[in-house]
């Protein structure tokens, strides 16, 4: 069964995800064009772009355990995926900086002095090196440091979660959600084997 449905994702070009994925944003900027995102358009517009943009996080943070345990494939999917996030991270910023903010002295004392968009912002920043070096020619020239390099995401994604939790006012249980999901995910990428052999050099030294 699980062969049957790799091969079925095999035949989807990874390009199709670059025409899917960035529809949401369009119908999310219909809706607030249209007034349908209630009284508040640019702040509704803002949650969603990020809110979407950190479940595509959570999607391309996904990819390695499930096929480490579930052995479902989506490799291939991974950096449209990653770079489609950027996108929306980036729609998110730039939705807070050009629709909400508009006021560049305003923009820096926010992000000095309000702690969940200075998380917000350390996040987008860790993304940047990641985005730009999405693609062949990078992997070939930065070779091994490559793989170094992109382990940023992790922090990235944690950033992202963060932001969201200390964005809500009071006690809400969908951002802690998307924290102890990407905690899960983290934690999954764990490769016992090579904790131990860590901890046994450790020992020895």
Known sequence: MLERVNSGLR??????????????????????????????????????LGEFALQLLIA???????????GLNLIRFRRAIGLMAFLYVFLHLLTWLVLDVQVLSQIWADILKRPYITVG?????????????????SVRKLGPRWRK?????????LLGAVHYVMLVKG???????????????LALRIEPKKLRRRFARQSAA
């Open 171 to 185: 006690f809400q249980l969908e951002p802690l959600i998307y924290l102890g999901v990407i905690l899960g995910l």
């Open 121 to 137: 912002m350390a996040g987008f920043v860790l993304l940047v090196p990641l985005a730009l070096t999405s693609n062949n020619f």
């Open 11 to 48: 035949r989807i070009p990874a390009w199709l995800l670059y025409v899917v994925l960035p529809l949401p944003a369009v119908w999310f900027l219909y809706l607030g064009l249209t007034g349908g995102l209630g009284a508040e358009p640019i702040k509704a517009l803002e949650h969603k």
């Open 149 to 157: 390099l992109h382990k940023l995401t992790y922090g990235a994604v």
């Open 60 to 70: 391309g943070l996904a990819v390695t355990p499930l096929r480490r345990h579930l």
